[in-house]
């Protein structure tokens, strides 16, 4: 069995930072979003407190940033049903 310091007492389950380290370090490794796989590594860097504000914030601001990328391409394109579609997201992004 695992030392208390390893485990919390409910469950035989690690401390929440090893879960937010372990999430953290999952993003950085597998997340689709290049932005958020280089700032999840950054990430890595930090204490508990930095993978929770990541876990919270971070990641989505980050992914938001690379999605007002990606719809401000489409909407370039032809078309005005792409282009209306495109501009109400932005919208709802930009909150």
Known sequence: M???????????RPPKSHDNRSYVERLAEKSK???VRNAAGIALD?????????????????ASEGMRVA?????????????????????????
């Open 2 to 12: 695992r030392s208390s310091s390893t485990t919390c007492a409910t469950a035989g």
């Open 46 to 62: 930090g204490d508990n407190a930095t993978f929770t504000e990541f876990i919270g914030n971070g990641q989505y601001q980050v």
């Open 33 to 35: 979003n290049k932005e």
């Open 71 to 95: 719809i401000t391409r489409a909407v370039s394109a032809p078309g005005p049903i792409l282009t209306d579609a495109g501009r109400k997201s932005l919208t709802r992004l930009m909150g």
